[in-house]
């Protein structure tokens, strides 16, 4: 059974850092592109960032040089460092995967989304 697990939400101020975990099981992780996705209340979610077995990542034009997307194949984990937080990054942040082709120009999700987690960006 496919499993997703995020963690790593707070709330912090304006210009704070967080890193968020996500710890995925049932399925092999290093045959799979791992992504991060946010959803704001009322918007759309959105992928924020991806990154391949390979390590070749996207990111979203919003999040370009505060985010960083990494993955520990030993731990099934992938992890998004935040830094330089805006009011604009509060979100419930999920995590998902799609088969590993090489690149990640492209992202389906193909797993069942998990509960995420929350971050609020607010003095």
């Known amino acids: 059974q496919v499993q997703l697990v995020e963690s790593g939400g707070d709330l912090v101020q304006p210009g704070g850092s967080l890193r968020l975990s996500c710890t995925a099981s049932g399925f092999i992780f290093s045959s799979y592109a791992m992504g991060w996705y946010r959803q704001a209340p009322g918007q759309q979610r959105e992928l924020v960032a991806a990154?391949?077995?390979?390590?070749?990542?996207r990111y979203a034009d919003s999040v370009k040089g505060r985010f960083t997307i990494s993955r520990d194949n030993a731990k099934n984990t992938v992890y998004l460092q935040m830094n330089s937080l805006k009011p604009d990054d509060t979100a419930v942040y999920f995590c998902?995967?799609?088969?590993?082709?090489?690149?990640?120009?492209?992202?389906?999700?193909?797993?069942?989304w998990g509960q995420g987690t929350q971050v609020t960006v607010s003095s």
């Open positions: 998902n995967a799609q088969r590993d082709i090489g690149t990640v120009k492209i992202f389906v999700p193909f797993a069942s």
């Open positions: 990154i391949t077995n390979g390590g070749s990542t």
